[in-house]
C-alpha cells in the first residue's frame, strides 16, 4: 500500500522525503536519482548561454519540450534564468521546439 | 547607437539570386538608416524545429549590427511586410 503511494509521488515532495526516509526507516523502493550540484555555467566560465546555441539549450529540455527544472539540471537560480530566457528566444526563431520531440541533425 | 543582433528565416524554396537579392534588400535596408553592419553571417538551409507557413525548411541569416534604438521598430514592421520573411527576431546585444 506504501509502496504504490511512494511510487506516485510528483517530484515535488523531494525535499520532504529526505527527511521522511529517516523517520521511516525503510526506503527500498525509492529509486536514486543522482544529481548534479553544481551549476555547470558557473564552475566553466567558457560555457556561456547563447540562444544561438542549441546544443547546449537543448540538454535543458526534456523530450517533450519543456524546459527542465533547476532540481534536474543543477543549475544555479541565475542561470536558470537566463536559459529560460534564451530557450524562448530559441523556440520563436524554431531553433527549439515548443512541444514534442525534435532531432538534432543539422549539426 | 547599439548592438543588435537580427535573425531572420527566408523561404526555402527560393532559388540562389532571389535570395541573394532578399539578403541584399535588408543589408542596404539597414545601411539607410544610418545602421552599420558588423557581419552577415549565412546559416544557410536548415530545418524548422516546427513547420512555420506549412513548411519545414527555412533559410537562416545572422547580421550583427548597430542601430538607432529609436528606429528600431520601423525596421521590424518593414520586415513584417516581406513575405519572403518567414520569421524575425532582432535581439539587443551587450
Known sequence: ?107 | MHKYELIYILQADLDEATLDAAVETIDTLIKNNQGEITKTDRWGKRKLAYPIQKTNEGYYVLVNFEYNPEEVAALKRTMGFNEQILRYSVVRVD
Open chain 1, 1 to 107: 500500500m506504501t509502496d504504490s503511494r511512494d511510487y506516485n509521488r510528483s517530484d515535488r515532495s523531494d525535499r520532504n522525503d529526505r527527511n521522511d526516509s529517516q523517520g521511516r526507516g525503510s526506503n527500498r523502493n525509492r529509486r536514486f536519482v543522482s544529481r548534479p550540484k553544481y551549476c555547470q555555467f558557473c564552475s566553466d566560465k567558457n560555457l556561456t548561454i547563447d540562444y544561438k546555441n542549441v546544443e547546449v539549450l537543448s540538454r535543458f529540455i526534456n523530450e517533450t519540450g519543456k524546459i527542465r527544472p533547476r532540481r534536474q539540471t543543477g543549475t544555479c537560480a541565475k542561470h536558470q534564468r537566463e536559459i529560460a530566457k534564451a530557450i524562448k528566444n530559441a523556440r520563436h526563431i524554431a531553433l527549439l521546439p515548443f512541444e514534442g520531440d525534435f532531432w538534432v541533425e543539422n549539426h
